[in-house]
């Protein structure tokens, strides 16, 4: 049993016994910058990348996924919408920093993706090949000037294929994800490998959806050798690591021999750093071991259907029940295009309002998205197989569905209802206030709470500490996922990792079944405010 397993188990109960360091107290004033800056680095300006929304809306949000090309165009408008900056906001809302948010030196910027207290630590590099439209190198994505650094001149397009082998369409150009630890950690600490994992897996979902309404297709390597890429990038290696890779088809490449010898010349790598806004940086010991741990095995990619058997799903709470579950209607269709529902995703921070109710089709299109992310599309889960996440619902305020809680039942390929198992009679509210950690939040008030449950313990025994980066990835893939279903609808949403995991799993009676909670996501209807400020940039 590696280290992967004894950090699952300290997230879980953190709420009881606190992670070390106990006493660790941010210091905002020295606060690191949201991404990282390379002040002696060639900028190239990206096309914010026209969005044909008709032909967005007949795809779907959630719709089959294609096999079409990238282009520059779609480059820079997949990142413009996903991780770029897109606009300011203000609202009256519940979070402790709204009385600092107006202030020009605190202000925060809408994007498309959500990211764990608002951190955004992940770079995104560019690896372009011969075959794309800039010169071959090494870039990095600036999301505040929506531009691409050159950090590298020179093909490496080989090397990365070299550490990821054989996943993805043939050719030569890649985005690889890296976390500088540092950007989480000054605020959560040991907690934060736990949380920049689920950033990764958020993201990409947001390119998962924007591609499939495109026409395109994104997948994920978690699996490749790591060490190579990092020492490529130029990072250190206890500092920074490198969570995914995404091969991309690109329009008008050219397929690459598969015995082509990879040319990597002694010495070549990335030598701009970047430069650091914290006058002191410093490590945690526990992010420090979960992370050797998961470097453990990098490139050993488990086999097709390893995990099947890992995720079997739970037997119902009461064999010979399933006459008694609630049959949901079939989720509404979502009409908004891809760039609108990003543009409109928010947090709503105590803003939820009981009345009017949510309805149960609401309910439905809300569950129906989140089930569609539980499988994220990687080298560790491809094509069709059992979900990795599983959904729990109290319910608050939905019309037709009694308040109490159930376990969610998607939906089968043949038109087979999405149903709801019941599993506590009642209203959850004071359960669910009472293991909540923070004031930003009536849970009451909200139309429903979405728990999100994973067998970890079951993926790391099957394949190993890296898993545990599959396994937040996919929640993470789950919450953006609602997050973008919700802004379509018209509904309000928001995220949590404050609550008590431990009472989650004996109110639930999860032991047995070996699932862990590991998020809860609110829906509902929200206080309109008319003193909302919204300032679009892009």
Not at 304 to 331: F, I, K, R, S
Not at 450 to 468: E, F, K, Q
Request: a negative charge; charged letters at 20%.
């Amino acid at each position: 049993m590696g280290y992967a397993h004894e950090y699952a188990t300290a997230v879980m109960r953190r709420g009881r016994v606190p992670m070390e360091p106990a006493d660790f107290v941010p210091d905002w004033a020295d606060r690191p910058r949201k991404g990282k800056y390379f002040p002696e680095a060639q900028r190239f300006p990206l096309p914010d990348g026209a969005v044909d929304a008709a032909a967005s809306v007949r795809r779907g949000l959630f719709g089959p996924v294609g096999d079409g090309g990238f282009t520059l165009e779609l480059l820079g408008g997949m990142l413009r919408d996903s991780y770029g900056l897109t606009g300011r906001r203000l609202a009256v809302q519940a979070n402790s920093d709204l009385g600092s948010l107006p202030l020009w030196t605190h202000a925060n910027f809408s994007r498309g993706t959500a990211s764990g207290g608002g951190l955004y630590p992940i770079g995104v590099h560019w690896v372009c090949g011969p075959s794309g439209p800039f010169t071959p190198g090494v870039y990095h994505y600036a999301t505040g000037q929506h531009a691409m650094e050159r950090l590298l001149t020179g093909d490496v397009s080989g090397q990365v294929r070299a550490a990821v082998g054989e996943f993805g369409p043939p050719g030569d150009q890649f985005l690889v994800l890296g976390v500088k630890f540092w950007q989480n950690a000054f605020k959560y600490n040991s907690f934060s490998y736990h949380v920049v994992a689920m950033d990764i897996g958020a993201l990409l979902q947001t390119w998962r959806i924007w591609a499939g309404a495109h026409g395109l297709r994104i997948g994920a390597a978690l699996w490749f050798d790591e060490p190579r890429l990092t020492g490529l990038l130029g990072m250190a290696p206890e500092e920074e690591g490198v969570f995914a890779v995404v091969p991309l088809r690109w329009e008008g490449s050219r397929e690459l021999p598969a015995d082509q010898p990879v040319l990597e010349p002694e010495g070549v790598r990335v030598r701009l750093a970047d430069q650091e806004r914290s006058r002191r940086v410093f490590g945690f010991e526990t992010v420090r071991r979960v992370h050797a741990a998961t470097l453990a095995g990098a490139a050993e990619r488990p086999d097709p259907g390893a995990l099947d058997a890992a995720l079997a799903a739970p037997a119902p709470a009461q064999a010979g029940a399933e006459a008694g579950w609630q049959a949901l209607p079939q989720p509404q269709a979502l009409t908004a295009d891809v760039r609108t529902a990003l543009r409109a995703r928010r947090s709503s921070f105590g803003r939820f309002t009981a009345a009017p109710a949510m309805s149960a089709e609401q309910l439905a299109t809300a569950l129906a998205a989140s089930a569609a992310a539980g499988r994220l599309d990687s080298d560790a889960q491809p094509g069709e197989g059992p979900a990795l996440t599983r959904l729990y619902v109290f319910a608050n305020h939905v019309t037709g569905v009694a308040p109490g809680v159930y376990r969610y039942h998607p939906g089968g390929a043949e038109g087979s209802p999405h149903r709801l198992e019941p599993l506590r009679d009642g209203a959850p509210g004071a359960f669910l206030q009472a293991n909540y950690f923070l004031a930003n939040y009536n849970l009451e008030q909200a139309g429903a709470v979405i728990m999100v449950a994973a067998p970890t313990a079951a993926v790391l025994d099957t394949v190993g500490d890296r898993g545990l980066r599959l396994v937040n990835a996919t929640v993470g893939a789950t919450s953006q996922a609602l997050y973008t279903a919700t802004a379509a609808a018209g509904l309000a949403c928001g995220v949590a990792l404050g609550f008590d995991c431990v009472s989650y799993a004996e109110h639930l009676d999860l032991t047995d079944t070996g699932e862990i909670p590991m998020l809860i996501m609110m829906v509902g209807q929200e206080q309109r405010a008319e003193a909302d400020f919204d300032h679009r940039i892009a």
